[in-house]
């Protein structure tokens, strides 16, 4: 038969401590007394404030006229670009204009004798009028600067146009 181990039962460690002797009763000090005096009233530091800041708005508002002035004084344009214009065109086909929508951005080829060109490239379709569309094709007008409507203008006096989406 295996014997069990019991737990033999360990001696209980107390050690004395010192007494320690009761502290003296130590006085507290007597209050302070704080004198009386007026409450102390700050005058006009809001109203100086909003005169800064007042002020600031104003200096912002001129500087901001003066760099208008200036824009307008030399004939800065926006950063888009040249001027554009709008350039009705008439094109061959009257089915392709009719998938044209206005924002689109097309080509305008135009075809002379088995030949093709790029008349303008990558510019807005501004409006595509519903009218009848015939065999001369239907009309789209293109947002376009000014030098390339003069061209528009001459290559369809003269060939077929066609427009490719971008």
Do not use: K, Q, Y
Request: charged fraction near 20%; include cysteine; glycine fraction near 8%.
């Amino acid at each position: 038969m295996p014997l069990s181990p019991t737990p033999l039962p360990l001696p209980a460690l107390t050690l004395p401590l010192p007494a320690l002797p009761p502290l003296p009763p130590s006085p507290a000090p007597e209050p302070l007394g704080v004198p009386e005096f007026a409450p102390l009233r700050v005058r006009g530091g809001a109203h100086r404030l909003r005169r800064a800041m007042r002020r600031r708005r104003r200096a912002l508002a001129a500087a901001l006229a003066m760099a208008a002035a200036a824009l307008a004084a030399s004939g800065a344009r926006g950063a888009d670009g040249p001027e554009l214009v709008s350039a009705p065109v008439r094109i061959a086909d009257a089915a392709t204009v009719r998938l044209l929508r206005p924002g689109d951005r097309v080509d305008v080829v135009a075809t002379a004798n088995s030949a093709a060109r790029v008349v303008a490239s990558g510019v807005r379709v501004a409006e595509v009028p519903r009218g009848p569309a015939t065999d001369g094709g239907a009309l789209v007008v293109l947002a376009v600067p000014r030098a390339t409507a003069a061209d528009l203008a001459g290559a369809g006096a003269e060939s077929r146009l066609a427009v490719t989406l971008c």
